[in-house]
């Protein structure tokens, strides 16, 4: 049995807020200019439409997060939201015509796609975590037709929970033939108000071909903001209340439990606590079957802080985490780097498709590990 997690940063389109923007070294003067016309004393028709166009690419509109379109790119589909925006500012007085259509999802590029689906080929899970997915209809046919491109398998069950994260972040959860989702269960993080939450985990109860219960826990923890001491404390809290499902499934009796996602921190983060040094969870890196490529050059005999492991020197953020029954019936184990293209040193070996970031299947690995 073979189980992997992959945060996979969508599959045909990518929310805008997530994406980098190319403009940056512009926003400065689009700052001043904006300041000029908006302190100036002419109201022409034209700095009218400038001033529209600077709002809405400084990110000012508070229509921002309402997509007025989202745009599936293989499947070649346009879904328009309605007009309803009579509050904002219009280019002309006979027409609702905005002046353009503001696309919340940025298409991802083909060849992107393709080695997304290589990387889960290469692996070839029995069961697979996948993350930062769009929608359930955009997995399915990525199931149907980008897998078998990649000569695997189609997955014979998909699972997709509905988050309350707006920007296509979704989980689902993909299992060959043989193994089967008997339940879900959403849990919903306790925050303070103060926190405003956005996210939950998932718990997963799988059974196998052999009638072996799998329970997994699916998470995926706050990303890192300029707020660094609330990031930490949110993402703390956020694994306490983890912990604490795992305790719990301990004390009833179940033994077969996995914690599998992005955690969003290295090991030696104390918000990582809670789940890496106050449990039994073992991580499946540590295991001495865990198998890479390293590093090339001398960085494959360095082991950086907070990499996965010697000579595998990127920051972990994505963790396998096992209950010690099934740590101590692991077989093989290791990830799969291949899609992520290296910003500078250390350099590894990616897939000969991959020139630019922009053709990378994502900046994770895969994390897998067979039992």
């Not at 604490?244 to 606590?273: E, M, P």
């Not at 209950?323 to 184990?333: C, G, M, R």
Request: charged share 25%; net charge negative; glycine share 4%.
């Amino acid at each position: 049995m073979k189980i992997a997690t992959y945060n996979i940063q969508n599959l045909f389109h990518r929310d805008r807020s997530l994406s980098d923007k190319s403009y940056g070294k512009c926003v400065a003067d689009w700052i001043k200019e904006l300041d000029d016309l908006m302190c100036g004393s002419n109201r022409a028709t034209s700095n009218a439409e400038r001033i529209q166009e600077l709002v809405f690419l400084l990110g000012f509109d508070k229509s921002f997060d309402v997509p007025y379109a989202v745009m599936r790119k293989r499947a070649g589909f346009l879904f328009l939201k309605g007009m309803d925006y009579s509050n904002e500012l219009k280019s002309g007085e006979l027409t609702d015509w905005n002046g353009w259509i503001a696309l919340q999802t940025i298409p991802i590029d083909s060849t992107a796609i393709k080695n997304k689906a290589q990387v889960i080929a290469d692996v070839n899970p029995d069961i697979l975590l996948l993350q930062e997915i769009e929608d359930r209809a955009s997995l399915e046919e990525f199931n149907a037709q980008l897998l078998p491109e990649c000569n695997t398998k189609s997955f014979q069950e998909i699972a997709v929970v509905q988050g309350s994260d707006k920007r296509g972040q979704e989980m689902a959860m993909l299992l060959k033939e043989g193994y089967f989702i008997k339940s879900v269960r959403t849990h919903y993080f306790e925050i303070d108000n103060s926190f405003n939450p956005k996210k939950e985990f998932f718990q997963y109860e799988i059974d196998t071909p052999s009638h072996r219960t799998i329970w997994l826990l699916a998470v995926q923890l706050q990303e890192d903001t300029s707020e660094i001491e609330m990031t930490d404390a949110y993402r703390k809290i956020q694994s306490q209340q983890i912990a604490s499902i795992y305790r719990q499934l301990l004390n009833d009796g179940h033994k077969d439990i996995i914690v599998a996602g992005t955690l969003n921190a290295a090991s030696y983060s104390d918000s990582l606590t809670p789940l890496l040094r106050d449990t039994d969870l073992k991580d499946v890196t540590k295991h001495p079957s865990f198998n890479v490529d390293y590093d090339k050059g001398s960085d494959a005999d360095y082991f950086r802080l907070g990499a996965y492991r010697l000579g595998v020197n990127i920051k972990q953020k994505d963790y396998l985490l096992l209950s010690p029954n099934l740590f101590a019936n692991v077989k093989d184990s290791g990830l799969n780097r291949k899609g992520v293209l290296p910003k500078q040193r250390p350099i590894w070996s990616v897939y000969p498709s991959i020139h630019s970031k922009k053709e990378a299947a994502s900046e994770h690995p895969a994390v897998w590990v067979e039992l």
